[in-house]
């Protein structure tokens, strides 16, 4: 079936460390997104990226990094920069072009500290 | 800028319509998305609409749009306990989404 997993569900992360959250779709969608989710509110957007090679900041990037590899890859980087990471991550993936584009979403990632 | 904005919260006993308000204010929306999320999991698209349709309606789902007002509604018909979740309104400008902050609906038996 086609669709997007996040990988792992649950991640920790001690002081000072990176971490890698892993998305990966099979949908041959070009434009792959990353949200963070905090209790009760909405979804800020990380980073996104429309293409191979080529990501854009969202309006939360600070503390994150991204890449874009393969087409169907796009995995998030939380570094020890971001002091507040405890959160639940979201990545998303849709089509390009003028029509109807939905993004759909991956079942997240819920990352804490420890 | 962009901002979506939704009520937090709506309590329905089971069997009564549910309706969830959303207003934006992007002028060049052209869709409009109603998501589903329910406890630790994704967001679930339910519904569109798009930005020239003042209704569309689809099984127990009806989204009505109101562009003069920038207005976005969603009404569940014969609300039922699987029912409750969030639901987030969206618009779409460009490539873009921009999400409401979610309206937590609680459907009482």
């Known amino acids: 079936d086609g669709g997007i997993t996040q990988s792992p569900k649950y991640l920790f992360r001690k002081e000072g460390q990176n971490v890698t959250l892993s998305c990966e779709q099979n949908l041959n969608h070009d434009a792959m997104y990353w949200y963070r989710q905090d209790p009760g509110q909405g979804l800020r957007l990380i980073y996104y990226?429309?293409?191979?090679?080529?990501?854009q900041k969202g309006d939360i990037a600070e503390g994150y990094s991204v890449s874009r590899e393969k087409k169907e890859s796009f995995p998030l980087t939380v570094t020890s920069a971001q002091k507040n990471p405890t959160a639940f991550y979201l990545c998303?993936?849709?089509?390009?072009?003028?029509?109807?584009?939905?993004?759909?979403f991956g079942d997240g990632t819920r990352l804490s500290i420890l | 800028g962009e901002d979506v904005e939704q009520s937090l919260f709506l309590s329905v006993r089971e069997g009564d319509s549910s309706v969830i308000n959303c207003t934006y204010t992007?002028?060049?929306?052209?869709?409009l998305y109603w998501y589903k999320q329910e406890p630790g999991a994704g967001l679930q698209l339910l519904t569109y609409i798009f930005s020239n349709m003042d209704m569309k309606q689809d099984q127990r789902l009806t989204v009505l749009l109101n562009k003069k007002d920038k207005h976005l509604s969603l009404r569940i018909a014969d609300t039922q306990t699987g029912d409750s979740a969030i639901y987030f309104c969206?618009?779409?400008?460009?490539?873009?989404?921009?999400f409401g902050g979610g309206t937590r609906l609680m459907v009482k038996p």
């Open positions: 990226s429309q293409i191979v090679n080529d990501f």
């Open positions: 969206a618009e779409r400008a460009g490539n873009m989404l921009t």
């Open positions: 998303a993936s849709s089509v390009q072009g003028n029509g109807n584009q939905p993004q759909h």
């Open positions: 992007d002028s060049s929306s052209t869709y």
